[in-house]
């Protein structure tokens, strides 16, 4: 499953422009959220995910569904900080998820950045 882990990424990380593209994206997409879930949201999806995250035993986790070169769709979802061996409890981690369509204002494959593609969706 293509979950993100923060790191860092240089140039040495064997990764093309287009992959490291692709992670940096992720990364803003769950620093995003991350500061707008919160358990006072008028959402009770949001508000599921925010007391898993304050509760210490849950993180956000990405999977890109499609796009990547216009456009990208995300499935944020919650994960388990701990591996199924270390859990003290019968815990399952919550299902809820959100999904996210990033648009971009250029396609990845047009080196010329004052080409703005019409994305209005």
């Not at 304050?54 to 388990?80: Q, R």
Request: hydrophobic share 25%.
């Amino acid at each position: 499953m293509g979950t993100h882990d923060d790191n860092n990424n240089t140039e040495d990380d064997g990764l093309n422009e287009y992959e490291r593209d692709k992670i940096q994206k992720q990364s803003l997409v769950l620093s995003t959220l991350t500061s707008a879930i919160t358990t006072s949201s008028p959402h009770t999806d949001i508000q599921t995910i925010a007391t898993a995250l304050e509760s210490g035993k849950y993180k956000l986790s990405i999977e890109n569904l499609s796009g990547g070169y216009t456009n990208y769709t995300y499935k944020v979802f919650l994960t388990s900080t701990t591996s199924d061996n270390d859990r003290d409890d019968d815990t399952t981690v919550p299902s809820t998820a959100l999904f996210v369509k990033l648009c971009f204002p250029r396609a990845f494959w047009n080196p010329d950045p004052d080409y703005v593609y019409e994305v209005q969706r």
